[in-house]
């Protein structure tokens, strides 16, 4: 397992790979974000005791949080590890892991928690995903999960097969099962976009794949079908 890394100021990362089949690995990231004084664990990965005492060196753990539908896993371990912190769901997660005791939901803007640091956004008429693009203002990241992937490199043939039919195997992309599966209102959906691209961003930090410096327009072309077209001129 990968150690804690500082990527900007206040944000750091901690890279995982997960083997979902055979012949197929995805690598997951998890982000940690200075916000309010403590610390949020954004889409948790599996923690050992050593990663633990990195995390805690950086400060308390305050959040966890599961930033879409498919990002929650670890949640449970997280929460295990800092019982104190508060869990934060994507909408409709709780329902999905109703195991797991969500403190709150997330969605657009920031609870007060966090208002100083995080813009987040709730690209909605996506309902199979709910993702929560949150945005870290100190380092100008834009943290996402499923939004885009950036796989540079690829571990397995099965993963390769997968890339590809999904368009994702050549870098920094916006898989075709967002766009031929997974939106379902293109109006809604364009307006999350259009407030993401709204804000001051340098940095994209995925949750599968390598962070993307100078990165704002290679997202402005990957959601151009979703974009107005006075954020993609």
């Known amino acids: 397992m990968n150690r804690v890394y500082e990527v900007g100021e206040g944000i750091w990362a901690v890279d995982h790979e997960a083997k979902m089949a055979p012949a197929a690995y995805l690598p997951l990231r998890m982000t940690i ?18 990663l633990v005492e990195e995390i805690d060196q950086l400060g308390e753990v305050a959040h966890i949080v599961g930033p879409n539908k ?8 997280a929460k295990r590890r800092y019982p104190k912190a508060a869990v934060w769901g994507a909408p409709g997660l709780a329902k999905k892991r109703s195991d797991i005791a969500f ?19 709730h690209v909605q008429g996506v309902p199979m995903v709910n993702e929560v693009v949150t945005y870290h203002r100190p380092s100008r990241s834009l943290v996402v999960t499923d939004l885009v992937f950036n796989m540079k490199q690829t571990r397995g043939w099965a993963t390769r097969v997968v890339m590809v039919l999904v368009g994702a195997s050549k870098g920094f992309a916006h898989s075709r099962s967002w766009k031929y599966i997974f939106v379902r209102d293109k109006g809604l959906a364009g307006r999350g976009v259009a407030e993401i691209l709204s804000l001051d961003f340098d940095r994209i930090v995925p949750a599968h794949g390598d962070i993307a410096e100078d990165s704002r327009q290679r997202l ?3 959601l151009r079908y979703l974009s107005p077209p006075s954020l993609t001129a």
């Open 70 to 77: 498919f990002h929650h896993l670890h949640i449970p371990e």
């Open 220 to 222: 402005v072309d990957q």
């Open 103 to 121: 403190d709150g939901v997330l969605g657009s803007g920031s609870p007060e928690a966090w208002r100083e640091e995080l813009v987040q956004v």
């Open 33 to 50: 974000l200075r916000v309010g004084g403590a610390l949020m664990l954004h889409s948790p990965v599996p923690m050992d005791d050593a």
